[in-house]
Nanobody, 116 residues
Framework: QVQLVESGGGLVQAGGSLRLSCAAS????????MGWYRQAPGKQRELVAA???????NYADSVKGRFTISRDNAKNTVYLQMNSLKPEDTAVYYC??????????WGQGTQVTVSS
C-alpha cells in the first residue's frame, strides 16, 4: 500500500505561481509513475502531468510551458510547479501514483483557486 499526501494549494491571482507537493509513504519501493490530475466543478478528472521513475515526463497541452513536474526520489516526493496561472486552472488537484503491479493510488486532493 502507498499513501499520498498533498500540500501547497491555495488562492492566487491570475499570473501568479504555486507549488504543489506530494509526499509518498508506505510501499514506496513499488512506486512506478507519479503524477497530478485535476478536477474542476462539473468536469471530468484530467491528467495534468506525469513523471516516471526514470524521470520521463508528459504534460497536458493546456499546461505545457507553464507547469513543471519533478520528483525527488530521496524524499519520496513529487512536485508540481505552476506558473502563469489562469482562472481555468482552478480545480482540485490530486496526486496519483501507480505501482509495479498496476495498482493506482490517490491523494486526498488540494484546492487551487485562481482569481481573475
Amino acid at each position: 500500500q502507498v499513501q499520498l499526501v498533498e500540500s501547497g494549494g491555495g488562492l492566487v491571482q491570475a499570473g501568479g505561481s504555486l507549488r504543489l507537493s506530494c509526499a509518498a509513504s508506505g510501499s514506496i519501493f513499488s512506486i512506478n509513475a507519479m503524477g497530478w490530475y485535476r478536477q474542476a466543478p462539473g468536469k471530468q478528472r484530467e491528467l495534468v502531468a506525469a513523471i516516471t521513475s526514470g524521470g520521463s515526463t508528459n504534460y497536458a497541452d493546456s499546461v505545457k510551458g507553464r507547469f513543471t513536474i519533478s520528483r525527488d526520489n530521496a524524499k519520496n516526493t513529487v512536485y508540481l510547479q505552476m506558473n502563469s496561472l489562469k482562472p481555468e486552472d482552478t480545480a482540485v488537484y490530486y496526486c496519483a501514483a501507480d505501482d509495479r503491479y498496476g495498482n493506482p493510488y490517490w491523494g486526498q486532493g488540494t484546492q487551487v483557486t485562481v482569481s481573475s
